[in-house]
């Protein structure tokens, strides 16, 4: 059910009629999964079995009843489409790519800077391609990943073979599965997509927090490699080539403007991707863990389990520059709404934190500086110790 909840997303506003009738057979299908699902009173598993169903086409939904989480949750969704419908493409699209291509075009200067032969401008050089890497491999990925730089889907796997695998090194279904099915369908449920992938155990807090982050870039690198040995080989091949050509034309062209040899090349490709390493990971552990973890059989339904297991950080100029507002400053809004824009989940946000409110339900906000101490504090308890289970079975 989670699945078909998401699936009811911008892209379907041009299925409705001006009156906000559901016209289109496929669109009409997937709301009456919705409501079908929270009209009945499912076993613990239903929720979770509902996920992989394709039933055929039932015809209208049913009206659901007041105050349930389905029907709060699909008043939302009216609401956000019509903030969307009314919305200009510079609001759903243009003002992530103005961010993206500011990025792109303040690479050269950051290979101008690392040719210069001073300590001030190579460390100049360095932030400045660390911060525009960031913005293209996490920003833009981010996006990609989600289908959220355009509406056209064939042009949206081409952004996400480019951003996915050429900038950032990783298979596109590597990234998809781990982030967009797991992760965002099984939020903070344990086993399913708890954040356990950014759990180190191992380490010390203080190695953890400060040290390892910094070795992100090389570690990601593998994964990736390793995931593409699980794939089927042409798919495999594909992948490579591109991750190839995406780490080989970094390198090459810091040699052709920089005019550094190739191991300096190559030590400054990943030196200049560890910039922004510790408060990427930071921002991955603050937002979920140690907010409240659910088991499989007794997870919430939708609104409730995202109301609970998301947490908002506050608006920063950097974060919400080379991350995007999706991951700093409206979590929650991208965890309702996965395939809004960044600046549309900053355009909705008014919208989502107000009714959330008005219905008595959470909505988690913190500050970096506030969730960076209850780490330092709680670490072993948070990063190393199995979770504790919340039960909120009154509220399923």
Known sequence: MDEEVEKITCKDVSEKGEDGAVDDPSLRKRTAIVHRSISSDPTPQAGIAEDNQ?????GSPPETKEGDDGGQLLELSRLIWEEWKKSSWWDKHG???????????SVPAGFLCL??????????????????????TVKGSHLASHRSLCQSSQLGRIWATFFIEVCSWIPVPCGEKGHVKQHHGHTNVIGLGDSSVWKAPFLSCAVYMFLAPLALPVVTLFVGLRYMSQMAVPRALCSLACISVGLWGHCWLL??????????????????????????????????????MFSPTQRPRRLILM????????????????????????????HLFPMLSDHMCLKVKPTVSGFLRTHNLPYQ????LSRLQLFLRDYNELMVQTPPITQLAELR
Do not use: K
């Open 255 to 292: 040699a052709q403007i920089s005019g550094l040899g190739a191991g300096s090349a190559i030590v400054c490709v990943f030196l200049s991707r560890s910039v922004m390493a510790i408060p990427f990971i930071h921002v991955n552990i603050f937002q979920h863990i140690g907010l409240p």
């Open 307 to 334: 109301a609970h297991s998301v947490l908002n950080l506050p608006r920063n100029l950097i974060l919400d520059w080379t991350f995007g507002h999706s991951l700093i400053s409206c979590h929650v809004e991208h």
């Open 54 to 58: 394709e039933p055929g086409d039932v």
């Open 365 to 368: 906000e913190d500050t970096y």
């Open 95 to 105: 003002a992530d790519w103005a961010i993206i291509g500011l990025a792109m075009c």
């Open 115 to 136: 040719g210069s032969g001073s300590l001030f401008l190579f460390v100049l050089g360095i932030l400045i391609l660390g911060l525009a890497n960031s913005a293209i």
